[in-house]
């Protein structure tokens, strides 16, 4: 940026300041000159700072003399140079605080310090000081001692520069009726510029990643599903034709709620689950060969997949309804081991297609679109099995961020044993859930799941929202 051009972004503060800066000047002698409050002196030596007009030098020792327990540091040294150097031999806690004459805290603080700093050893309640510890030649009082204020070249050219005062800094509606701004310069903006951050209110981002989701179902025409976290087992598994004694089924996999039972849905739905569960009713299947129990599907569950509400859904439709799509996108509670991928708590993007002209094609089509959406450019896919599908299919994505592919899609075609009991008749529904938790992950660039909802607000404020 030429002089000129660096004139032309000058802010009224900076031009009253440029003007006495012949030479290195303190702060308040700045103030007492250009009749600024501190705060507008000190935001155009900073602002004059980042063009590389001038370098400010922070004389420390002013800013110590303003406080009761610096001025004295400075004194009689700092609490961690005593303890340091009352360790002329192995010493324990009292012995120190007596030779060194420090208080508790003073004492509690400097032992802090100093081994985080490796200067000291802590051996059977006795401290001794270490090498690096006795090379230690610089005290902190010795620094804070040093902080002169310079001139760069660039600010002493600029100030034998005769500096404007008729720029416009803001423009207004009376400036363009009085057309005041005729034979003046609007001031140059500088964008690049460094700005205090601003941390305006948002949604928490694996909120923001949950809305974004469901707009993109929302978008490709899919109505959402909703219901409660609270399931009777019926929906969670046996609609979707999950033997009652599958191992998801035991209380190490599943929450159950305690001395409470829910109440089934209608006698046709439950007879014909019974049935397939039984022999297979209709379904061309054999069933799993077992006495279904009315008891076990009235358990409630904390839900495991929002897949119940696709199982409910099925269950409600009507002929006329069909060709439809649908999307839920919530939280599920598995009892897991937690790691870097897993958590006792996950949400989960549901969905379903009813469509006698459905295939498999059209399934692994709609998962790409919305892994590609949710900002992943690497899907692969391979054979899996689940109770309910056939034929059924894992995804993965690649995270860009841990250089892995990561397990986030689980889907397939919904066999009859599921989809004739609830509709009345067997035509292709596609299906799936896919790992949100998973998915946030690599869109805000975090690497452990568990980091999703520790809530941290440095974290949350520095989070980028969420756009694409």
């Known amino acids: 940026m030429s002089i000129k051009e660096l004139i032309e972004t000058l802010h009224p ?15 308040k002698k700045i103030i007492e ?3 600024l409050k501190d705060v507008e002196a000190m935001r155009a030596l900073q602002w004059l700072q980042n063009k590389d007009v001038l370098k400010i030098k922070q004389d420390l020792k002013e800013v110590i003399s303003l406080d009761k327990n610096g001025e004295e540091y400075i004194k009689t040294g700092l609490p961690e140079t005593k303890f340091l150097k009352s360790l002329t031999k192995e010493l324990n806690f009292n012995e120190i605080k007596e030779k060194a004459n420090l208080t508790d805290e003073e004492f509690n603080i400097s032992l802090g310090l100093l081994k985080r700093e490796d200067l000291i050893q802590i051996k059977n309640n006795k401290i001794k000081i270490t090498e690096k510890g006795k ?4 005290s902190k009082e010795e620094f804070l001692r040093k902080l002169p204020l310079e001139t760069k070249d660039l600010g002493n050219k600029l100030i034998k520069e005769k500096i404007p005062d008729n720029f416009i800094d803001t423009l207004t509606t009376n400036i363009l009726k009085t057309n005041s701004w005729k034979g003046k310069k609007f001031r ?17 981002f694996v909120n923001q990643s949950i809305e974004y989701a469901k707009r993109i179902w929302l978008d490709l025409g899919f109505k959402e599903m909703q219901g409660s976290k609270v399931q009777i087992g019926f929906w969670n598994f046996d609609a979707l034709f999950t033997a009652q004694d599958h191992p998801v089924r035991d209380i190490q996999d599943t929450y159950y709620i305690k001395n409470f039972n829910g109440k089934l849905p209608s006698k046709d739905i439950v007879e014909r689950i019974k049935k397939t569960h039984e022999n297979g009713w209709t379904t061309g299947s054999k069933g799993w060969q077992y006495s279904w129990d009315e008891k076990e599907a009235k358990k409630n569950v904390l839900r495991t997949h929002t897949t119940c509400l696709s199982a409910e859904t099925l269950s409600k439709l009507k002929e006329s309804d069909i060709p439809a799509k649908f999307f839920s996108v919530g939280k599920n509670f598995r009892n897991e081991t937690m790691d870097f991928s897993h958590g006792f708590e996950l949400n989960q993007s549901e969905g379903i297609v009813i469509d006698k002209n459905a295939n498999f094609k059209h399934l692994l089509g709609y998962l790409r679109a919305f892994a590609n959406k949710m900002g992943y450019g690497r899907v692969r896919f391979r054979p899996a099995y689940f109770p309910y599908t056939e034929p059924s299919v894992e995804g993965d994505v690649y995270d860009s961020i841990r250089k892995k592919w990561i397990e986030v899609i689980a889907a397939g075609i919904f066999r009859p044993e599921v989809v004739k009991p609830l509709l009345g ?14 998915m946030a992950m690599g869109m805000h660039g975090i690497k452990d799941i568990r980091d999703l909802y520790k809530n941290d607000l440095k974290q949350m404020k520095n989070m980028k929202l969420w756009l694409k």
């Open 188 to 204: 140059r903006y500088d964008i690049k510029i460094n700005v205090p951050k601003i941390y305006p209110a948002k949604r928490h």
């Open 425 to 438: 008749k067997d035509i292709p529904v596609l299906a799936w859930g896919n790992g949100l938790d998973r």
């Open 135 to 138: 090379s230690l030649k610089e």
């Open 13 to 27: 503060l900076e031009r009253k300041v440029l003007p006495i800066l012949k030479e290195d000047m303190e702060l």
């Open 33 to 35: 000159k250009t009749k």
